[in-house]
């Protein structure tokens, strides 16, 4: 009677186990589908047997590991690759970018210095220099201005002066012509008188 009662003991201890390894198994298969890659090295390592300092490995487990982990790989690979074109697509409309950025850059330099400057007799120069060279000009026109006004009212002082003196000179030729014509007269009248009476002493 005692042999067949341990018979069932260890039967039934042998499907607890087998029920126990088969749920691990099953838990085991599950973390392998579902959990990261770490976690699923985690999960096999812990439900993993031990023998002395090993832990011995269910190949099943191992073979699904390693697909995983391939499959992680190539994965993160395609990324890997998708995100080098992105960089290396992106890079270059940067470059792209930075080179439109320079030719604008280049333009605005351009046009504020054209902006800023102005064409004189053919030159290019600032604003500010135009403007210097302008009242400088105007400056210069204006001493010139004011010294042909005053050559000109000094040259007609002069000749006002001078028509002046033509008119007193005239004044006097006319008073000395005038003087010299009555002298003349007066001469004429004597001679005339000093024939008149020569020709009345001939006469007696």
Do not use: C
């Amino acid at each position: 009677m005692k042999l067949p009662q341990y018979l069932l003991v260890l039967i039934a201890l042998l499907s607890f186990s087998a029920g126990i390894y088969g749920q691990e198994s099953v838990s085991v298969e599950q973390a392998l589908k579902q959990e990261k890659i770490e976690d699923q090295f985690n999960i096999v390592i812990k439900k993993s047997g031990r023998y002395q300092e090993y832990k011995v490995i269910k190949q099943v487990w191992i073979n699904k590991l390693k697909a995983n982990v391939t499959d992680s790989l190539k994965t993160l690979e395609a990324k890997l690759t998708t995100t080098n074109k992105q960089i290396a697509d992106q890079q270059t409309t940067i470059t792209g970018l930075e080179e439109s950025l320079a030719k604008t850059n280049g333009d605005l330099a351009l046009v504020t210095q054209e902006k800023d400057s102005m064409s004189f007799f053919g030159a290019s120069v600032s604003k500010s220099s135009y403007k210097t060279i302008m009242w400088v000009i105007v400056g210069a026109l204006l001493a010139l201005l004011g010294f042909f006004i005053y050559k000109f009212k000094n040259s007609n002082t002069i000749t006002i002066q001078a028509k002046k003196a033509l008119a007193e000179t005239e004044e006097e030729f006319e008073d000395h012509r005038r003087r010299s014509l009555e002298r003349e007269q007066k001469v004429m009248r004597k001679l005339q008188d000093e024939i008149n009476k020569q020709r009345k002493a001939g006469a007696k």
